[in-house]
Structure formats: C-alpha cells, structure tokens
C-alpha cells in the first residue's frame, strides 16, 4: 500500500499552502464553467452553419489576440499586483460569458457578434492566464511546486470533465444560452477565492510593461533550449494531433451520437488525463524530465492516430481519446515544471505567457489545420494523418533539439531571484 501510494498524487499543497487551497478551489468550479462555453461555442456555430469552416474561424478569432496580446499580458504580470489583476480578468470574462447568453437568447442570433465576443474573452484571457501560472510560485515552497502544478492539472482536467460533459446536457436541455449562463455565474468562485488570498505583488526588479520588457522575456527563453523545447514539442502535438474542433462534426455525421455525445467526445481526454494527474505522485522523483516529455507526446500521437482509425466504435474511440488525454498530463506537468524552475520570478509572468500562448495558441492552430483537412478530404482522414505527422514532428524535434532530452531536473541552475520568490517552509 505504501508504493502504490507513493504513485497517487499529492495533496500536500492543499493541505498545508492556504491561499494555494482558496485558488484551486475557486478555479476548479470557473473552469469548469468555462469548459461549458468551450464546448457550446463551436456546437452553436456548426449547427448554424453547417460548415466545419466555421469553427475554425471561431479558432482563428481567439488565436489573434493570444499571439498579440499574450506576451504584453505576461509584462503586465510582473509589474503588477497579480491577485488583483486576476480580479479584473475573471470579472470581465464573466461579462463575456453574460454576453453570449444574452446573444443566444436573440430570436436570431448574430454571428458576427458571437465572433467578436469571443475576441474580447480571448484578449482577456492572454492576461489572465500568465497572472495565474506565474502566481503559483509564489504560493507554495519550490519543493512543492511540481505537485502544486500536477494539482492544478488534475483541477483542470477534474473541469475538463464535469465542463463539457454538463455543457452536452445544458445544450440539449436548455439550449446554449443556459449553457453560458452557468459559465457567467461559474465565475463568482474565483472571484471570492481572490478576494480571501493575500496580495501578491511584483518583486523588487519588476520592470515597467512595454516592448523591452517583451523582449527581454523572450530573450531569455531563447538562451534557454530546454525551455524553447517544451515549447516546440507542445506545438507539434497541438498543431497536428489535436483533433477537438472535428468532435461535433464526428459526433453528429460519424458516430451519431447527437448533443450528448458529443459532449463525451469532448470530456473523454479530461477523464483519462485525470486519471494521469491522480497518478503523478512519481513526477517529483523523475530527473531526465525532457525524456518523459518525450514518451508521452509518443503515447499522444499514437492514441490519437488510433482514434482516427476506430471510428466504427464509440467506446472504443473514447477509451482512445482518454489514453491521450492522460499522456497529454503528464507532458504538462513536467514541461510547466521545466519553464517555472528554469525561470526568476521577475521573468515567469513573461514566461508564463509565453508558455500559456503555446499552450492555447498550439490547439487554435490545430483547429485550422483539422478543419481545413476535413473541408477537404473528411474528418477521419484528418484525425489520422494529424497523429502521423505529430510522431513525424515529434522525431524531427529530438533530433534538432537535443537539449531537451537531456534536461536533468537535479543540476538545472537556479537563480537567486528564483530562490527569494519561492516561500520557505
């Protein structure tokens, strides 16, 4: 019992770092909310339309302001108090979420307006986010922090799964409004979890936003192959083997499994991924951390390339699509461990947004890229041949960029800012 325990995820950040605790649990109910407006969006669009051109534009349209904005949101992160900027961001994508509700509610709902909604939250978010990541640090003891991240991904996925899933009944129940109207009031969650935490304001070196600030943050990343590794292996498996924006369009013409399935499409990579994340207790004692990356993108692609191919059976593909899921965790897990240990903390906002650019920025471009594929030639081949071309990619990376695989977790240098952002027990 004591080795399968030491193989279950650690809950001692919960336990023992308060404001951390407040956090989590106030995120997990807004994301969770938040993943029942992700699914609703593109459903919404498609059943209108009837085009799979369609939801790639919705992609597109969320991928502009990450790319412009992402970066500048990082700058701000680390000049500002990030407890109260988290404040404003979650407020106002809780208006956003109202928005769509009240669009919804329109006799005939305005597309264009649906698009530019999505815009704004998008433009949000890029702050949002790297103000999240980056305070992570600065709740918990740098022993901590590798569980504390694997806590966060079990959160998310723990959203990943009750979002989409409860956003399949709310469409079929009560149509998309209700569904963004849950997500709006999903938000009051976060925002009391804020108001209960300690202020977390910039270090002493915090730098004013702007340009040059953008620019040292990526300057540092570029002097740092491990770093732009983790990057550059998350694009590749996001890009070509993220199938998501296909789900609907494989749920009502492939399986035929309606609204409800298609919510199941959607929460079947979060269910296998928090599995993975409730197994994580072995995270911390890895070193070669760049190899596991590795192995798990291998396990993502091949799951993926196999969900293409057994689209004759629902529950096969799902069991699939959580195999992926929980490979994909797992590659999370240590590629934010890498980024936050390898950063100082008047650079992680910076980092943070660039890394969650990636992170939110790869997926986008896979939507194009599948739907694109799909117009053309279908929905399976497109899942298919994204999962070959990842493995392809991923091959293509280890070669060129042997850094990464030799990342050692034990001996990576850190700064003394590093060390005095992080609490001490």
Not at 73 to 98: I, K, M, P, W, Y
Not at 300 to 312: D, E, Q
Request: charged residues 10%; aromatic residues 6%.
């Amino acid at each position: 019992m004591s080795r399968l325990g030491s193989f279950l995820l650690d809950v001692e950040p919960l336990r023992k770092d308060r404001d951390f605790r407040l956090i989590w649990a106030g995120q997990l109910i807004s994301s969770a909310g938040r993943q029942v407006t992700a699914v609703t969006l593109p459903y919404q669009l498609f059943v209108a339309t009837h085009s799979p051109l369609a939801i790639g534009a919705l992609s597109l349209v969320q991928l502009v302001p990450l790319l412009a904005f992402s970066l500048y949101g990082g700058a701000v992160a680390d000049a500002v108090d990030r407890r109260r900027l988290l404040l404003v961001t979650q407020s106002v994508l809780a208006l956003s979420s109202l928005s769509l509700a009240l669009l919804a509610f329109a006799p005939h709902t305005s597309i264009l307006l649906v698009y530019v909604v999505a815009f704004l939250a998008a433009t949000v978010s890029a702050v949002d986010q790297p103000a999240r990541s980056s305070a992570i640090p600065r709740l918990v003891p740098r022993r901590r922090l590798t569980t504390a991240i694997a806590l966060n991904q079990a959160g998310g996925q723990t959203a990943g799964i009750v979002g989409p899933a409860v956003g399949g009944l709310l469409i079929a129940t009560v149509g998309p409004a209700g569904a963004y109207l849950v997500d709006a009031v999903s938000y009051a969650a976060s925002i009391a979890a804020l108001l209960a935490i300690a202020p977390i304001p910039p270090l002493a070196g915090a730098v004013r936003p702007g340009m040059a600030a953008v620019v040292e943050g990526l300057r540092f990343a570029h002097s740092r192959p491990p770093i732009m590794g983790t990057f550059i292996v998350d694009l590749d498996a996001m890009i070509f083997g993220m199938p998501q924006a296909l789900f609907p369009i494989l749920a009502l013409t492939v399986f035929h499994a309606g609204a409800e399935g298609y919510g199941l499409l959607a929460a079947a990579p979060a269910v296998g991924a928090l599995l993975g994340a409730l197994a994580t207790g072995w995270v911390s004692r890895v070193r070669m951390q760049g190899r596991a990356v590795y192995g798990a993108v291998v396990l993502w692609g091949l799951a993926i390339t196999a969900f293409g191919l057994v689209t004759f059976s629902f529950p096969v593909a799902l069991a699939l699509l959580a195999i992926a899921g929980g490979a994909d965790v797992v590659s999370a897990v240590f590629r934010s461990t890498i980024v936050q240990l390898s950063t100082p903390d008047e650079l992680r906002g910076r980092l943070s947004a660039l890394h969650g650019m990636v992170v939110t920025a790869g997926p986008r471009f896979g939507d194009i890229e599948a739907t694109t594929v799909a117009a053309a030639v279908s929905a399976q081949f497109s899942v298919v041949t994204g999962g070959l071309a990842c493995l392809a990619g991923l091959a293509l990376i280890a070669w060129r960029l042997p850094e990464l695989g030799r990342y050692d977790a034990t001996v990576h240098v850190t700064t003394p800012s590093v060390q005095a952002a992080v609490a001490s027990d």
